[in-house]
């Protein structure tokens, strides 16, 4: 894939919502890592047009462009659905001739033109279909294997792949497509929200918000790259808003380019992050689009939530091995590894004084490299630290859940069994603190998250953060069986990037030739939730 060409004429781009302009526009600075990217005059001109509502005008801007959504710095604009544009259906699975029908329906009152394809529909759910005019195809009821099936039944470019039961929005379709405007995109992942339980009891309802925000599939409103493991790539780099986001997520719905479609089913509920996954390691752009909608039945079961935890810590391994990365685990610098190394180990004025040193490493290249104000690159080196803690802290409750709870426990009761406070032995005293930072990384991050209204209104902070940690067990239970399957511990283990990157904004050059072909047609695949 050429990693280098100029976006294409007609698509626009926005800026991250993390990124801040300095210096009258010459300087952006944002990501992840830390990125300052000082602007010539005219490519200030040029992004002052663009964050107008226009669009980029020849190679060189196409090729700024181009290099500003690589770096995470910014996003591309679908372009609207072209008059005449047409779309293919299929659909895969179901959940129920209900669920079916919900999502059939659905899919015809916004795209009545598009005659959907199920697959492994039997019984009630072909006659559902049936009736709705789909054409149904035989094959498994769900799953990996579906997809794959899914896939081989359409002919058309585009293929969606979403699961039964699902309610798309208007407009879901055509805003996906809008992507593959620009022949380097493979696949758009839209954004999934979950519905609202209703007439249900207190702890239904509060599994039902738990498991959204734990388990469920909502990648959040920030648009950015879906990247492997959500490190950055050579040739692509996280966005700021959205690069903390959990990338074990489940992908219910995806908008994929068929002919480079190439699922494996033998990894099971891996197999689909597994094909986004490789597709951005092979330098074609995967997108997440959170413009695009569609919503999913909740979860309210707590066996069903439990099992969602379990099977995104499970995918770790399979992936881990099929990559062979010796580190897949969090994305931190020497320093934000330090840092939290000498925090759980019960060294608080270590890791803040070494946390100091890597901050001051941090601002230093900002405002040295990319000439940088101070207090910007201090405002930058503060998210960093930020962004760090809360990605160790995400480390302790999914993957090493085991030692955190051991640790806090341990800690407890050398405390209790120690003498007086005022006397406390140095290693009582230590262990102490040990406790208070697993306990701290194991409960806050819920109670963060329950003050910030993520289902406040459907559940208290002791129901929220209980059925927050037992999610956290079980899904770190899964990550260690993976590992165990897999014989890999590298989602445990984690990943070194650079402190932050400056430098100017490339200018010039000449573009080169993609060997993608623009498409005019797309297909859609319904997919039934196992």
Do not use: K, N
Not at 223 to 234: E, M, N
Not at 458 to 483: F, K
């Amino acid at each position: 894939m050429a990693s280098r060409s100029p976006l294409p004429p007609g698509l626009g781009i926005e800026i991250d919502r993390s990124v801040r302009l300095a210096d009258e526009g010459h300087l952006l600075l944002g990501g992840c890592p830390p990125r300052a990217v000082r602007l010539a005059p005219g490519q200030v001109s040029a992004l002052i047009r663009w964050l107008s509502g226009a669009v980029p005008a020849g190679a060189a801007e196409g090729l700024l462009a181009r290099d500003l959504i690589r770096s995470g710095l910014a996003h591309p604009r679908p372009l609207p659905l072209a008059p005449g544009r047409t779309a293919d259906v299929a659909v895969v699975g179901q959940a129920g001739p209900t669920a079916l029908g919900t999502t059939l329906d659905h899919l015809a009152e916004f795209h009545p033109d598009l005659r959907p394809v199920v697959v492994g529909a039997t019984g009630a759910c072909a006659w559902t279909a049936r009736r709705r005019g789909a054409r149904v195809v035989p094959g498994p009821s769900g799953g990996a294997e579906a997809r794959a099936v899914a896939l081989r039944a359409c002919s058309a470019e585009f293929v969606a792949l979403v699961e039964s039961g699902a309610r798309p929005a208007a407009g879901w379709l055509d805003t996906a497509l809008g992507h593959f405007a620009d022949p380097l995109v493979a696949a758009v992942v839209p954004r999934v929200l979950t519905e609202r339980p209703r007439f249900l009891g207190h702890l239904r309802r509060s599994v039902a918000a738990v498991a959204d925000h734990g388990a469920g599939p909502d990648r959040g409103a920030d648009p950015g790259p879906v990247l492997p493991w959500g490190h950055g790539t050579p040739d692509q780099a996280c966005a700021g808003a959205s690069g903390s986001d959990d990338p074990l997520r489940p992908v219910p719905v995806l908008v994929v380019r068929r002919s480079v479609a190439d699922l494996d089913p033998g990894l099971g509920p891996a197999a689909v992050l597994d094909l986004l996954w490789r597709l951005a390691g092979d330098g074609w752009s995967v997108r997440y689009e959170p413009r695009s909608r569609v919503r999913m039945p909740p979860t309210t079961d707590m066996g069903a939530y439990l099992r969602a935890c379990f099977t995104s810590g499970a995918v770790a391994g399979p992936l881990a091995r099929r990559y062979g990365g010796w580190a897949s685990g969090p994305e931190l610098s020497w320093a934000g590894a330090a840092v939290l190394v000498l925090a759980a180990s019960g060294r608080p004025g270590a890791a803040l004084l070494v946390g100091a040193l890597g901050g001051a490493v941090v601002a230093e290249e900002v405002s040295g490299r990319a000439r940088a104000p101070l207090p910007e690159a201090l405002r930058l080196t503060g998210l960093d630290l930020a962004r760090t803690a809360r990605a160790g802290a995400r480390a302790a409750r999914t993957g090493w859940w085991p030692v955190a709870v051991t640790a806090a426990v341990a800690g407890v009761a050398a405390g209790g069994r120690g003498p007086a406070a005022s006397r406390r032995t140095p290693g009582s005293r230590r262990a102490g603190r040990i406790a208070a930072a697993a306990g701290a990384a194991l409960v806050l991050p819920h109670l963060a998250a329950w003050r910030r209204g993520r289902g406040a209104s459907l559940a208290g902070p002791v129901t929220w953060t209980v059925l927050g940690v037992a999610g956290d067990a079980a899904r770190s239970l899964g990550t260690w069986w993976g590992m165990a399957r897999a014989l890999s511990a590298a989602p445990l283990v984690p990943r070194p990037r650079p402190v932050a990157v400056a430098g100017t904004a490339p200018s010039g050059g000449t573009p080169e030739r993609s060997a993608v072909t623009g498409v005019q047609r797309g297909a859609l695949v319904i997919v039934s939730r196992r």
